[in-house]
């Protein structure tokens, strides 16, 4: 066991977690001052209800010894045989810090989904929804990419979450902006950010965080934690950069809102690359970034789905790219424990980041949309018509967010 490697882990895991309470503050100044505390309650509640669930059965699940590529097993039930010796997944760190820093990217996988269906859903649909699909569709894909299951077999790259994370929780929220429908007067009436400069706060308690989601997964504090360090820095400037080019370009300003949501697109997309890829591609992939998931966005209202806090577009479609572009710029020059991508001569390793890509969308959205079915017909998954125009902070909570 290694005291540097636990130090460092210890500090990212707590980082991890600091992006939660970051993603309440990003999603709850860019909702309408009505429904502020109801969004910022389901992201900050996740970290209650996945706690639980990561304790009881849901490391093991994602962590267990591999039962036919598909999921763990029963041996880590209640944390049983989790210690603070050494763990399968790490040589120089405890295995109950492995198991804290990865319930972190638990917590929040859900809470991103919760920017989709804004504005709209009932609490209690909320907690059904994040109990169920946490345990149906992200620690079955957890297993399979970090867990020993197919995906990782296969040889497909995520250093810390592309696929696992944003992919997947991207792929659910498309199915619930269309399973809930439209907000009520949604492109009909202004629905404007409430308090942006809390976005912007969120934004960068995000930003800030995303160093230990990244270079936390290196599990130590050696060469490939400072490599995925850089690379998140400079994809994520990089994506601010371009989203406000483009809306600039189109229309005609630069926006705080477009910086923030630069930023983290440039976040999502270097986050499955971030351990494989030197800075300068780490570049390439956050401008790219930056332009395609404004485009995404913007795709959105001539499609006519309503995605509230661009959920889709952004991890979804960003982790997307951020996958296959690990499939173009990785090389195992850079971090011996990967592979090479297209560009330094392994064509296969883009297809098999395809092949993982494609499979997760593919599950999440069958499975999100038989959770969302199932919850609907036992509690119902909306408020009223009259209680949403009224907001979902009093009618849900019997709380307001601002009092004048």
């Not at 971090?335 to 390793?349: E, I, R, V």
């Amino acid at each position: 066991m290694n005291s540097g490697d636990t130090a460092f882990m210890l500090v990212a895991t707590a980082m991890v977690m600091f992006m939660t309470p970051g993603l309440a503050l990003f999603y709850g100044g860019m909702v309408r001052s009505k429904n502020v505390l109801s969004v910022m309650m389901q992201s900050f509640f996740c970290l209650g209800i996945v706690s639980i669930i990561w304790v009881l059965y849901g490391y093991s699940l994602a962590f267990g010894p591999d039962i036919g590529g598909f999921i763990g097993g029963l041996q880590y039930l209640g944390l049983n045989n989790v210690t603070t010796g050494i763990g399968p997944y790490s040589k120089t760190i405890p295995h109950l810090l492995f198991c804290a820093f990865q319930l972190m990217f638990a917590v929040i996988t859900p809470a991103l989904i919760t920017g989709a269906y804004a504005e709209r859903m009932k609490f209690s649909a909320f907690v059904l929804f994040t109990i169920i699909w946490t345990t149906l569709v992200y620690l079955p894909v957890c297993h399979w990419v970090w867990g020993g299951g197919w995906i990782g077999k296969m040889g497909a790259l995520d250093f810390a979450g592309g696929t696992v994370i944003h992919i997947n929780s991207g792929a659910a929220a498309l199915v619930a902006a269309l399973v809930l429908g439209k907000r009520k007067g949604w492109q009909k009436e202004s629905m404007h950010p409430n308090n942006l400069p809390m976005t912007i706060l969120g934004a960068g308690i995000l930003w800030f965080g995303w160093f230990g989601f990244n270079a936390g997964s290196a599990l130590s504090a050696g060469p490939v934690a400072v490599l995925a360090l850089i690379t998140t820095q400079v994809a994520t400037g990089a994506g601010a950069i371009s989203w406000v080019l483009a809306e600039w370009k189109i229309q005609g300003k630069p926006t705080t809102l477009g910086a923030a949501s630069g930023a983290i697109a440039g976040l999502v997309a270097i986050t499955p690359a971030c351990g494989f890829v030197g800075p300068l591609p780490a570049v390439l992939i956050g401008l790219a970034a930056g332009a395609i998931c404004y485009g995404a966005v913007l795709c959105k209202a001539k499609i006519g789905y309503d995605d509230a806090l661009d959920v889709v577009g952004v991890h979804g479609v960003g982790g997307l790219w951020g996958a296959l572009a690990t499939g173009l710029f990785a090389s195992t020059a850079l971090n011996p424990g990967g592979a090479n991508g297209l560009f330094y001569g392994h064509p296969q390793q883009l297809a098999i980041q395809a092949i993982a890509a494609v499979s997760v969308i593919a599950y999440s959205i069958v499975l999100t949309f038989i959770i969302l079915k199932v919850i609907d017909a036992l509690v119902g998954l909306r408020v009223d018509t009259e209680e949403e125009v009224q907001g979902l902070d009093v009618i849900e909570h019997q709380e307001v967010g601002y009092s004048f």
